[in-house]
């Protein structure tokens, strides 16, 4: 891990910050933003660090809360950041995903939510604008509400070509503009719906998660609701890579920030049970692209009867990477040596719904 790393903890009764300098022990600090469920927390270090959190207050509603003094003191907005257009008929539920743009964009923020569509901002997180070729496209009135809701909760920008992004959306799959926003097409080839008529549809997949190799943006990683996948080509294609896991259900899944063969995942048992395989708490990792999978125990419990969500695991930019994941019940775990070896950050926290590592 690195020399210095804040982990963010977003839960559904607010956000906790884990701090750690070299092997100290990790210092806690929380609740920031008190019973605010944060589904969305985002690490921006194009500039001076910037921590973005998506909260949703049962009284005041969703919003975006920055802090650029690492979690010292916290802006709320006066009005809200995010809001539909009048004449959409549609108002703001939650802020699933915040994503810093690219490098050569500092300025550029994009935040995904409930109901599905797509926002982006130009002033690092300030206020945000409708994109609206993505929720004006021919589909979207077709797109359904999985489990968690109907939601768009990936976003990925390209690392180098502003005009590239590709989002995932339960349940609605996978879809990629390379204009900027202006066009949308739904890039699904090969993931399977076993729940639909045809089973390999243009769009309606209930994908879970999506990552991307930042030094190999053309390859992408994708959790479905049953199904894990690799796309090489731009997520156009995607085959399976779940040969090897002990089940394909899961939500999370995360890449390497240096080793594009390097991927992470958590297996869970599907459908109705939904606790990791066995109940053995085990984060699995592949370091040839999902050809072959290894399960990582060390430090880890063996009686585990709970899950990590779509948005609770994720690693820092360190070399060994460290790796993370927050459970619903509240655990969160640190892994050093590319998830050779586990510890305890946190116990007994409220379920973790949101999880980022900042370093520097």
């Given at each position: 891990?690195?020399?210095r790393?804040?982990?963010?903890?977003?839960?559904?009764k607010?956000?906790?910050?884990?701090?750690?300098?070299?092997r100290?022990?990790?210092?806690?600090?929380?609740?920031h933003?008190?019973?605010?469920?944060?589904?969305?927390?985002?690490?921006?270090?194009?500039?001076a660090?910037?921590?973005?959190?998506?909260?949703?207050?049962?009284?005041?509603?969703?919003?975006?809360?920055?802090?650029?003094?690492?979690?010292?003191?916290?802006?709320?907005?006066?009005?809200?950041?995010?809001?539909?257009?009048?004449?959409?008929?549609?108002?703001?539920?939650?802020?699933?995903q915040?994503?810093?743009?690219?490098?050569?964009?500092?300025?550029?923020?994009?935040?995904?939510?409930?109901?599905?569509?797509l926002?982006?901002?130009?002033?690092?997180?300030?206020?945000?604008?409708?994109?609206?070729?993505?929720?004006?496209?021919?589909?979207?009135?077709?797109?359904?509400?999985g489990?968690?809701g109907?939601?768009v909760?990936?976003?990925?920008?390209?690392?180098?070509?502003?005009?590239?992004?590709?989002?995932a959306?339960?349940?609605?799959?996978v879809?990629?503009?390379e204009?900027?926003?202006?066009?949308?097409?739904?890039?699904?080839?090969?993931?399977?719906?076993?729940?639909?008529?045809?089973?390999?549809?243009e769009?309606?997949?209930?994908?879970?998660?999506?990552?991307?190799?930042?030094?190999?943006?053309?390859?992408?990683?994708?959790?479905?609701?049953?199904?894990?996948?690799?796309?090489?080509?731009?997520?156009?294609?995607?085959?399976?890579?779940?040969?090897?896991?002990?089940?394909?259900?899961?939500?999370?899944?995360?890449?390497?920030?240096?080793?594009?063969?390097?991927?992470?995942?958590?297996?869970?048992?599907?459908?109705?049970?939904r606790?990791p395989?066995?109940?053995?708490?085990?984060?699995?990792?592949?370091?040839?692209?999902?050809?072959?999978?290894?399960?990582?125990?060390?430090?880890?419990?063996?009686?585990?009867?709970s899950a990590?969500?779509?948005?609770a695991?994720?690693?820092?930019?360190?070399?060994?990477?460290?790796?993370?994941?927050?459970?619903?019940?509240g655990?969160?775990?640190a892994?050093?040596?590319?998830?050779?070896?586990?510890?305890?950050?946190?116990a007994?926290?409220?379920?973790?719904?949101?999880?980022?590592?900042?370093?520097?």
């Amino acid at each position: 891990m690195s020399e210095r790393v804040l982990l963010l903890i977003g839960t559904r009764k607010g956000l906790w910050l884990a701090r750690r300098r070299g092997r100290a022990a990790w210092e806690i600090t929380g609740p920031h933003l008190p019973m605010a469920e944060i589904c969305a927390v985002a690490a921006d270090t194009r500039g001076a660090p910037r921590i973005l959190v998506g909260a949703s207050s049962t009284h005041f509603g969703p919003s975006v809360v920055t802090s650029d003094d690492l979690g010292a003191s916290w802006q709320e907005p006066e009005s809200a950041p995010i809001a539909f257009p009048s004449g959409t008929g549609a108002a703001l539920e939650r802020v699933w995903q915040l994503a810093p743009g690219p490098v050569d964009a500092p300025e550029v923020v994009h935040a995904g939510t409930q109901p599905s569509a797509l926002f982006r901002s130009e002033d690092r997180g300030r206020t945000f604008q409708l994109v609206r070729g993505l929720w004006d496209h021919p589909h979207r009135e077709r797109w359904e509400p999985g489990f968690g809701g109907q939601a768009v909760h990936t976003v990925l920008a390209h690392p180098r070509d502003p005009s590239r992004v590709v989002v995932a959306m339960s349940a609605g799959g996978v879809y990629r503009t390379e204009d900027g926003g202006s066009s949308w097409l739904a890039s699904n080839t090969g993931i399977r719906a076993y729940f639909l008529p045809d089973e390999y549809p243009e769009f309606g997949q209930c994908v879970h998660k999506i990552a991307q190799h930042p030094a190999r943006p053309e390859r992408f990683f994708l959790q479905n609701h049953h199904g894990v996948y690799r796309s090489d080509d731009g997520a156009v294609t995607w085959r399976s890579i779940a040969e090897g896991l002990p089940s394909d259900f899961g939500f999370p899944i995360v890449t390497h920030p240096h080793r594009p063969d390097v991927v992470f995942g958590f297996p869970l048992t599907a459908d109705m049970r939904r606790f990791p395989p066995g109940g053995r708490c085990r984060v699995h990792r592949s370091e040839d692209a999902g050809e072959t999978w290894t399960a990582l125990s060390e430090g880890l419990p063996d009686q585990f009867w709970s899950a990590v969500m779509r948005d609770a695991m994720c690693t820092d930019d360190a070399d060994p990477a460290g790796v993370y994941f927050g459970s619903r019940s509240g655990e969160v775990y640190a892994g050093s040596g590319d998830g050779d070896r586990w510890e305890l950050v946190a116990a007994h926290l409220p379920d973790v719904l949101s999880l980022r590592a900042m370093t520097w």
